[in-house]
Every structure is written in C-alpha cells, then in structure tokens.
C-alpha cells in the first residue's frame, strides 16, 4: 500500500544515510540566514504563545536567549519547561523546529558572555537605579533551550526549482520534494554536546 503521506516519505527518504555532522552542518547553514524565531510555551491552561525573539547563541546546540523575567514567559516556562523554537529562511524556504527544555538561568557570567548593548533596548532604564537595563539588571535572565529533537526543511533548490517541481507534480499526479527533511535525535544531539563540552 502507498504511503497515505507520500510527500513526507520522500523527503524524509532523501535526508537517509546522512551523518549526525552533516545533518548537524545543514542545519547551522540555515542558522546562519536567520535572526529571528518564534519561541513557543505554553500556559498552565493549555493555551501555546508564541513571540518573536533573537537567540542571543546559536553557537551550541543548546540555543540561548536573554529575556525580561518579569514577563509572563517565565510563568510559563517554570510551570512547563517543554518549549518550541523555530526558524524560518523565507528566501529559501528552509526551517527549523527545535522541540526542547528550557531552563532559566540568572548566572551574571552567563549574561554576561550573552550580552549586546543592543538588548539593552528592551528593557530601559527604570530610573531608580537597581533597574538600569543592563546586564546587571535584576530583570534580565538567560533561557537556555536545550533539545530533545530537531527537525528541518532543507531546501534543495531555488524558489524558482521548487515551483517548478511543484507545477510538474500538480500536473503528473507525483509528489513534490524539492528539499529534505532531515532530523537531529536526542541521541546524536547529546554526542555533539557532550563532544563540544570536552
């Protein structure tokens, strides 16, 4: 019997037999093209919320954020640590969702090593001394994601390639894939941090 979702066969079938590295190199490629992700938590009551952020890393597997605590993000994150993090590349059409843990951290060594003056932006300075919306602000922590699994779209061909597939599979009755859908395990994402931790 022919799979009910020939679309996701193909394209996952395209991605086999490629290393964790390669899968590991793929992905840091579509990385490097985006600056911003939506970051998802959910609520105590269920409901998902999604913001627009810029990981302040992307360096490691573990993808690093600073953020205002006084929001309710934390809330939510220390009521349900489960988190999405995804990407999108809309020139090519590539993206990435990370499924993980995040963990809040207020290391000032951390934020330190994380911080931009640019960030400093989106708190401002209270005025009163404490809240002076820098990295010794006692508003500002890190979230740390860390990954149970990656998944992502790896486009293979231009925008116009992929149209052109795409028209040629409406028109045949065929399955359009113009990229692969590769993804990056618990178990290989905890062999290259534990390697880069070495």
């Not at 597997?61 to 994150?77: C, R």
């Amino acid at each position: 019997m022919a799979s009910l979702d020939p679309y996701t066969q193909k394209a996952e079938k395209k991605a086999e037999g490629l290393t964790p590295q390669q899968k590991i190199d793929g992905l840091k490629k579509i990385l490097k093209t985006t600056r911003y992700c939506m970051f998802t938590t959910r609520s105590p009551t269920g409901e998902l919320h999604a913001r627009c952020m810029a990981p302040a890393s992307t360096e490691s597997l573990w993808f690093s954020f600073i953020a205002n605590n006084a929001t309710f993000k934390f809330d939510e994150i220390e009521a349900d640590s489960n988190v999405n993090v995804s990407f999108l590349d809309p020139s090519s059409t590539s993206w990435v969702s990370v499924t993980g843990k995040a963990r809040i951290t207020n290391d000032r060594e951390f934020i330190k090593k994380l911080w931009s003056p640019l960030v400093a932006a989106w708190f401002g300075d209270l005025g009163d001394g404490v809240h002076k919306g820098d990295e010794n602000d006692p508003r500002v922590s890190a979230i740390q994601v860390v990954p149970d699994e990656i998944r992502y779209w790896y486009a293979q061909r231009s925008s116009v390639g992929q149209m052109a597939e795409i028209a040629t599979s409406a028109i045949t009755g065929g399955t359009a894939a113009p990229g692969e859908l590769r993804t990056i395990t618990k178990a290989e994402i905890q062999l290259v941090e534990g390697l880069n931790t070495v």
